[in-house]
């Protein structure tokens, strides 16, 4: 059974920084095609974050943090980073980990954490 735990969420100011945390089991983390992060702020649909990819390692990240947050990750650990700098309110939300699996020629994201609750003051 896949597992997705997220940890590392809190309270900050603006311009703080926090790093969330997302350790997988149940699964070859390697046979993942990626693994990211997606956020959902209140009344706001869900919106993606950054993408890394477990074999090569490459990062993707939306253009709202790109400069501002970093995913690295642990093959070894099965465990993903994103650490979260120069945070500003609008970043306020619920961050969640995800894993995506191929499925003939595409890359779904089909596994979840909980979440992880971030609040950014002014």
């Known amino acids: 059974q896949v597992q997705l735990m997220e940890s590392g969420g809190g309270s900050v100011q603006a311009g703080g920084s926090l790093r969330l945390s997302c350790a997988a089991s149940?699964?070859?983390?390697?046979?993942?095609?990626?693994v990211g992060w997606f956020r959902q702020a209140p009344g706001k649909e869900r919106e993606w974050v950054a993408t890394i990819t477990p074999t090569g390692g490459t990062t993707l990240y939306a253009s709202s943090v790109k400069g501002r947050f970093t995913i690295s990750q642990d093959n070894a650990k099965s465990t993903q980073w994103l650490q979260m700098n120069s945070l500003k309110p609008e970043d306020t939300a619920m961050y969640y980990c995800?894993?995506?699996?191929?499925?003939?020629?595409?890359?779904?994201?089909?596994?979840w954490g909980q979440g992880t609750r971030v609040a950014v003051s002014s």
């Open positions: 149940g699964y070859s983390y390697l046979s993942y095609c990626a």
């Open positions: 995800a894993a995506a699996q191929s499925i003939g020629n595409r890359c779904n994201y089909n596994y």
